[in-house]
C-alpha cells in the first residue's frame, strides 16, 4: 500500500465528508434534461428577422421531446443527449398584412452529430406564393440561426453540467479526463466533407488482390418534378445549397464537376435534360487512375419523380460506404433541403 500523499495521484485519498466516491472520481450523473429544455426556449423564442420583403420571428417552441445527462466515469466526462425540436413561426410578407405561420422541424441533436449534421427544414402551414416567399426568408435568414443555437447548446452542456459531475480537490483543482472534443474543421473546408471523408471514405485502402469491382444499384422518389430534381444534379447553385460547400460544375458533355474539396471528381459523360445522366465518377481515396460509371435515371409519375441510380465499378470494400454516401449526402439532403420528401406537387 502506498504511503500518504504516494501512489497514483487519480485515488483521492484526502480528508472529506463526501469520503464514498472521493471528488465524485469513480461515478456521478447529473440530468440536464429540464435545463436543456429551458435552454432551448430561451435561445430559439429570440430569433428573429426583417428585412425589405418581410419578417418573420419564432413565436413557439411547439415540442421539444428527448432527455441530456452528463456522466463522470472514473475522471472521465461524458455527454449523452438525444432531442427533436419543432418550432412554430409567424410574419408578414412586404405584401401582405395576413398573418403567415410554418413549422421548423429539428431533428437527430445528439451526442453522435455536430451542429451542422442537424437535419433542420422548415415548411409553412399553408400553400401560396406568400408563404412561399416567407418560408425562403425562414429558410436563408433563421434556420442558420437555428444551427448555431444548437453549436451554442453543446457547449453549454459540457461547460455548466460538465463541471457539476467533478468535485474539486482539496487543492482547488479538478481530477478529471474530459472526453475529447471534435476537431474543428481546418479553414475553408466544411464539415460535411470531414464527414463525408470519415463516414464513407474513411476505410484503408486495401491491398490490390482484394479490389475486387462490383455494381450498386439505388432507387429513391422525390415529390418534385422530373425538372425540379435533374437541376438537382447539374445546377451549381442547387448543389452548393444542399452539399453545404462550394462545387465546381460544367454541365456540359465532356464538362467536369469537383465536389466537396475534390472529395467526388469525373466528368458528365451524357446529358438528357429530365430524363438521364451518364457520369465517369471516383472517390478521391479509390487507387489511382480508378473510376466507376454512373447513370441516373429520371421518371416523372405526375405526382412525384423516380430516381434510379446505377452505379458500375465501385471497390467491393466499399459498397456499403458507398450507398450511405448517396443516400445521406445526396438523396436525403435533397429532400431536407428543398423539401422534396414530404407532401405533394
Not at 47 to 52: D, N, P, V
Not at 80 to 93: V, Y
Not at 124 to 151: D, F, Y
Amino acid at each position: 500500500m502506498a504511503l500518504w500523499g504516494q501512489g497514483d495521484s487519480r485515488w483521492i485519498v484526502e480528508e472529506r465528508e463526501d469520503a464514498k466516491n472521493v471528488n465524485n472520481w469513480h461515478w456521478s450523473e447529473v440530468d440536464a434534461s429540464t435545463p436543456s429544455k429551458n435552454f432551448f426556449k430561451e435561445k430559439f423564442l429570440e430569433l428573429s428577422t426583417t428585412g425589405s420583403e418581410g419578417s418573420v420571428r419564432i413565436s413557439e417552441v411547439t415540442t421539444c421531446t428527448g432527455e441530456a445527462s452528463v456522466n463522470n466515469r472514473k475522471g472521465k466526462v461524458i455527454y449523452f443527449f438525444e432531442w427533436n425540436i419543432e418550432l412554430k413561426w409567424c410574419g408578414k410578407t412586404s405584401m401582405s398584412n395576413d398573418n403567415i405561420t410554418g413549422k421548423v422541424s429539428i431533428e437527430n441533436v445528439s451526442e453522435e452529430n455536430t451542429a451542422d449534421e442537424v437535419d433542420i427544414s422548415s415548411r409553412p402551414t399553408k400553400s401560396g406564393a406568400e408563404h412561399s416567399k416567407l418560408n425562403e426568408i425562414v429558410k436563408s435568414q433563421l434556420l442558420p440561426r437555428c444551427r448555431e443555437v444548437i453549436a451554442d447548446y453543446i457547449k453549454y452542456l459540457q461547460v455548466q453540467h460538465g463541471k457539476q459531475v467533478l468535485l474539486p480537490t482539496k487543492k482547488g483543482g479538478i481530477n478529471s479526463q474530459p472526453c475529447a472534443d471534435k476537431p474543428k474543421p481546418s479553414p475553408g473546408v466544411n464539415s460535411i466533407k470531414k464527414q463525408m471523408d470519415a463516414t464513407v471514405i474513411s476505410q484503408k485502402k486495401t491491398e490490390v488482390a482484394d479490389l475486387k469491382r462490383v455494381d450498386v444499384n439505388l432507387t429513391d422518389t422525390f415529390k418534385c418534378t422530373a425538372n425540379d430534381l435533374f437541376q438537382c444534379f447539374i445546377n451549381p447553385d442547387k448543389m452548393t445549397a444542399y452539399f453545404q460547400s462550394e462545387v465546381q460544375v460544367q454541365p456540359t458533355e465532356g464538362g467536369q464537376f469537383n465536389l466537396m474539396g475534390g472529395t467526388i471528381t469525373g466528368t458528365f459523360l451524357e446529358i438528357d435534360p429530365d430524363k438521364l445522366l451518364h457520369l465517369h465518377w471516383r472517390f478521391k481515396d479509390w487507387p489511382e487512375d480508378m473510376f466507376s460509371s454512373v447513370t441516373l435515371k429520371f421518371k416523372d409519375t405526375g405526382s412525384s419523380t423516380e430516381l434510379s441510380l446505377s452505379q458500375v465499378g465501385v471497390p467491393q470494400y466499399s459498397v456499403e460506404q458507398i450507398k450511405t454516401g448517396w443516400s445521406r449526402y445526396y438523396f436525403n439532403a435533397i429532400k431536407m433541403r428543398f423539401g422534396y420528401g414530404m407532401g405533394s406537387l
